[in-house]
């Protein structure tokens, strides 16, 4: 696949707060 | 006098303003073009932030023997696997944005998780890495024993219903990529799924196919085999489509659930700071290996359609 730094930028941003709801909801901690 | 004084000023200053201007900015194009011409000169080192033998581990050095070759200097694979990708983002992110030292990682998962998962630590990576290009998806499946009761995830969420508790999911450690993938799989299909970390997958794998676990979300190419086999069988994909390699598995959205997609990223990484002109070079690199047939193939595969 090709695509641009945007697309990489625009994915991490979403996902960050959708890992945050789901991590903290299942209260799951990695330290 | 004074009037013509101050209006040749007036007409000089400006031009000899922007003659120094246009100079400055001449020698600047120079300098960029210059690193951007000498990049690189020395070997470029790319952080994997997994052990060695994984999907991204695999996917990466195909991508990067083919990459050093277009810039024609060697490019140095390091896996510095620990804190679900953590330890490994932090290394780049603290490194001087020399052009020298990247990272490949995956901004819809592990890149993504880190930030909630090790909190404490306080990695901005929106603010601290600058993202390249992607390169790769691999898909991942719902994989439960051969022999597990359930035919089909509809039957699968009816059983895990009616058993709260009792089914385990596997992953390869607290934090890293199964485990939240099985916890929103949890969300979304309302179920109460317990998880059991291991320390090697391949054990997971083993205990998953003797029925000692009920099931694990999972890259595709790591249960691929298995599932050709028919020691494992796929319930569904985990992702917005079918996956190629298994066209009569439906999603899990096609099974009546919510979307729900824990498909992989690959991407590239420098540290925040590196020059524009090295980020394009890098790009047009990638962009130019991802042509080649044999390196798209494998940075594609298994993904979905």
Known sequence: MTGSAELVSEILKARIDQWAGVINAAGISAE | ?305
């Open chain 2, 1 to 305: 006098m004074g009037d013509k004084i101050g209006n040749r000023r007036g007409c000089r200053e400006p031009s000899v303003r922007c003659a120094a201007a246009a100079a400055i900015a001449a020698v600047l194009a120079l300098v960029g073009a210059a690193r951007a011409d000498d990049y690189p000169s020395r070997s470029v080192h790319v952080i994997i932030p997994f052990g060695p033998g994984g999907v991204t581990d695999i996917v990466s050095r195909v991508l990067f023997d083919a990459m050093a070759k277009v810039l024609g200097q060697a490019i140095v694979i390091e896996n510095r696997a620990g804190a679900s990708g953590t330890i490994a983002t932090e290394f780049v992110a603290d490194a001087p944005p020399d052009r020298y030292t990247l990272l490949v990682d995956d901004p819809s998962g592990p890149l993504a998780t880190g930030v909630s998962l090790y909190a404490s630590r306080r990695i901005d990576q929106l603010t601290r890495l600058e993202p390249i290009a992607p390169f790769g998806t691999t898909g991942a499946v719902l994989v439960v024993a051969a022999n597990f009761p359930a035919q089909t995830l509809a039957d699968f969420v009816a059983l895990a219903k009616q058993k709260p508790g009792e089914l385990l999911y596997g992953s390869t450690g607290i934090g890293t990529p199964g485990h939240p993938n099985g916890a929103l799989f949890d969300r979304i299909v309302c179920i109460d799924a317990r998880h059991v970390p291991y320390r090697v997958g391949s054990q997971g794998v083993t205990d998953l196919i003797s029925g000692r676990l009920s099931f694990w979300i999972i890259p595709l190419a790591a249960v691929l085999p298995y599932i050709q086999s028919g020691q494992l069988r796929a319930l569904a994909a985990a992702g917005e489509h079918r996956l190629r390699e298994l066209p009569n598995v439906p999603t899990v959205k096609e099974s009546g659930c919510s979307n729900y997609d824990v498909s992989s990223m690959y991407a590239l990484f420098a540290p925040r700071g590196t020059a524009s002109d090295i980020v394009g070079v890098l790009k047009r690199a990638t962009d130019q290996v991802l042509n080649d047939e044999d390196v798209a193939s494998v940075s594609a595969k298994p993904a979905s359609n």
